[in-house]
């Protein structure tokens, strides 16, 4: 009869010579926020999920699924699905890894390959648990022990533009160019970050480096939470949790800013957020929805204050298409074709 410390030590001789080595490049220096993909392995709920990742609250998990506000944390996730985990990302040796979070405590009846393959999905190898956390021998891990645990990561610049790098898992079926198209990227930029020499070898079950373009934004350089990278279908919360700001392609790749409502980590109440100059105009504000308005647009915080400026809106190049358009998207189109204007006379 098989002992259950031999079939352990099957298991992880199999996880380390089938398991995809999950490695993303990263010659950048510090640190950054990235995004990967997890497959849920059994029934749970985005609180079990939140928990599991050591996510500082559930805001940042529904940011990026793009999923309302005001989703339940009890609400039920069925096995198999999947959805994106943000996390921290820390650039070393080459290479980029979680920055030491998440973590997972040992429990008894762990080891090493059950918790790579039925915990975190084989999101990473067992090799690299091993080493980033100086396990020389996988059958001495014991409840209790706290490992660090590698999502694979990366922080560089691609093609001299900054990118939220997301770990996409490559499900069965998949292709080099559909992917390509799906994120608008090129397959040889695709094919580049991953080491791959041909779209024949992309593999299912492997998590592929795919550089997220982020929505263009005012933020200064001197802002506490620059660059302020929100890619496409999600949103999150900064300035201590007073602003909210999204992101979405239709609407010309232009961050949308406002105020959140909801409690600031940093002060008791929210400082202004008032343009400066312009009584009561705030960040998120325009001053009404004809051509030669004025808007109000984020542009970063510090320990004290919250910054916005005041841009000048111009008319669409047609109003026949807006015609027909709420007053709210109205809005937000005269803003996002003014901060684009500014962005791009700014950088001449």
């Known amino acids: 009869m098989v002992s259950f410390s031999t079939l352990a030590s099957l298991l992880w001789l ?7 080595t999950a490695s ?11 995004i990967i993909d997890y497959t849920l392995p059994n029934a749970t709920t985005f609180n079990a999920v939140k928990k599991l990742f050591h996510l500082k609250n559930l805001r940042s998990l529904l940011g990026v699924n793009n999923l309302p506000i005001n989703t339940p944390a009890d609400q039920k996730l069925p096995a198999n699905q ?13 290479t980029g890894i979680a920055n030491k979070w998440p973590t997972y405590t040992v429990v008894a009846g762990d080891f090493l390959s059950h918790i790579v393959s039925d915990i975190f999905a084989g999101l990473f190898t067992v090799k690299e ?17 706290k490992l660090w645990i590698p999502l694979p ?29 799906q994120y608008n990227v090129s397959q040889d930029t695709l094919l580049r970050l991953n080491g791959l020499a041909s779209p024949k070898d992309l593999l299912a079950g492997s998590v592929l480096d795919v550089p997220l373009k982020a929505c263009q934004s005012m933020v200064r350089n001197t802002s506490l939470d620059y660059p302020l990278l929100v ?6 919360f900064t300035a201590a949790n007073c602003v909210t700001c999204k992101c979405d392609a239709a609407n010309n790749w232009t961050l949308q800013c406002q105020p959140s409502q909801i409690k600031s980590s940093l002060w008791k109440t929210c ?9 009561n105009f705030y960040i998120g504000n325009v001053t009404s929805s004809d051509c030669n308005s004025t808007a109000c647009a984020y542009t970063g915080y510090s320990n004290q204050t919250i910054f916005s400026t005041s841009t000048q809106l111009t008319c669409p190049a047609s109003d026949s298409n807006a015609s027909g358009l709420r007053s709210g998207t109205w809005r937000w189109n005269i803003i996002l074709v003014a901060i684009h204007l500014v962005l791009l006379s700014a950088s001449y």
């Open 271 to 279: 400082p202004s957020m008032q343009c400066q100059g312009l009584d």
């Open 24 to 34: 993303f490049t990263c010659t950048s220096q510090g640190t950054c926020d990235a």
């Open 129 to 145: 648990l091993q080493a980033v956390n100086n396990i020389a021998n996988p059958d001495l891990i014991q409840p209790g022990d």
């Open 153 to 181: 990561c990366s922080c560089d610049d691609v093609e001299g533009e900054k990118v939220v790098h997301y770990g996409r898992l490559v499900t069965a079926g998949s292709t080099m160019d559909a992917i390509a198209q």
């Open 82 to 94: 999947t959805i994106k985990i943000p996390f921290p990302c820390l650039c070393i040796n080459g």
């Open 14 to 20: 199999l996880t380390i010579s089938s398991s995809a």
């Open 231 to 236: 890619p496409n279908d999600t949103y999150i």
